[in-house]
């Protein structure tokens, strides 16, 4: 059996530069295959933003053509603080600066290049390092045209496309790929279920990757056998399925974990107060005493909602939900940024009832105090390929209040962990709700209740033996067959 020698890569990686949960993904998945022997290497852009903060030294240069220029790369390198997960970033003036370019079409191009840049310099570790990846791990859209472009290559390295969310595909113009010099005919499934002139970047990946993965078991059942409102990328997803695990099939679903080192209230340097599961019912009074104090609201029961400000995470149903219990004498703190209809709405409700209380901004600290502080975190997803919030805030011994789906369904044990109720009903929301101050009333089940959810085991070790298990059987299949 080769060695495993595993390249991962995708939009965005902790502590560098993190937006969602991909961002933490990135950073916890190499850390905790490194940490069972696995050799995992990370390649993500050089954004101004990383460039600015930290500085890194260069490394090395590759060049490639892209459309009818030829571009160059400096490459970049560091390990990750702490550990010896090297990452790598590659720096590109024209396509590679902006986190987030500013349309459509710039964004198509921006991550076609990358991913163009991303199989170069797989050639240049091979030429210059000797060391030549067995896997190449892509996350999302963003990623997800390396498969097609090592075929056209010929180059025969398992690919594996992890989904952490399906309604991000790169849907656009064609033109990316006489960009990358790919002839329509070397890829005819493109224009399968969606008009001739444009495209679907995770389509492509979803057809051309050697296993396709998503991030939690049921979120893996739900894309697999659902057509998602018409979604154009449901039968490609469906027919991965039924495959047959000879030909690689079924879509596999691996729940993400946390990083322990990242999210541990007895270390965490962000909150007002450390605690552990010892010491948990003074340390969380003292964050929450501090945490209202510094947002000016009275000693209360305390709900939270942290993220990104998006149709997905169900802000509508928490809002419909603000007006139902208004009553019921608790606060609620929303953290989140995002869509600008979304965050009015909020903010209306914010001005109209002064327990509750919004930032709408990206905050690290904010966010850790949040979760360090607040009696129950309130979770209205619409649909949830993984979720990290639960986990995190379970962590800090904040009961999770979550939609009955997805990831959400997979990691917590309603009545037990947590509390589940059925997506999509703020009526269901409000009942669970009240149901979660009524269990808050009886101390000795609520305190039983905070101390499994802190003690459920959400780090990183479980998941990422099973990622190693499934890079190995790639590598087997690869072996035993001709192409990838
Ligand atoms: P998604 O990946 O869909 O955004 P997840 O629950 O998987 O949702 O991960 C969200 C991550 O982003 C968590 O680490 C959470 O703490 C963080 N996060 C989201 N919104 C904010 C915010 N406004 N400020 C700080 N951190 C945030």
Known sequence: ?????????????????????????????????????????????????IKEKYHFGKVGEFAVSFGLKTEHLGIYSSVLPNTKVLFYFLQNRKYLSLSRAKNKTKRMVQFAFFDLAVVSFINYLGKNHKWHPTVIHCNDWHTALIPLILKKMGLKISTILTIHNLLYQGRGSLKVLDLLDIKDQEAKALKRGMPASEMNVLGEGIIHATRVSTVSPSYAKEIAQTKHDHNPISPFLIEREHEGLGKYGK??????????????????????????????????????????????????????????????????????????IAHLNINLIILGSGDLRIEANVLKMAEKFPWVKTELLYSEELAHKIYAGSDFIVIPSRYEPCGLIQMIAMRYGTIPIASKTGGLKDSIANGKNGLLFQKGK??????????????????????????????????????????KKLYEDMIKSTLTSTSV
């Open 426 to 467: 703020s009526i269901r929301l409000k009942k669970a709700i009240r149901h979660a101050l009524n269990i808050q009333k009886d101390s000795v089940r609520y305190e039983k209740m905070v101390e499994r959810a802190m003690r459920t085991d959400f780090s990183w070790k479980k998941s990422a033996v099973l990622y």
């Open 1 to 49: 059996m080769k060695d495993l020698k595993i390249i991962i890569t995708g939009y965005e990686a902790a502590p560098f530069y993190k937006r969602g949960g991909l961002g933490d993904v990135m950073e916890s998945l190499p850390k905790a295959l490194v940490g069972i022997g696995v050799e995992a290497r990370v390649v993500i852009p050089y954004y101004n933003d």
């Open 251 to 324: 879509i596999i679903g691996i729940l993400n974990g946390i990083d322990y080192d990242v999210w541990d209230p007895a270390k965490d340097e962000l909150i007002f107060h450390k605690f552990d599961i010892n010491s948990w019912k003074v340390g969380k009074k003292d964050n929450k005493d501090d945490l209202l104090k510094s947002l000016g609201l009275e000693n209360r029961p305390t709900f939270c909602f942290v993220g990104r400000m998006a149709t997905q995470k169900g802000l509508g149903i928490l809002i419909e939900t603000i007006k139902r």
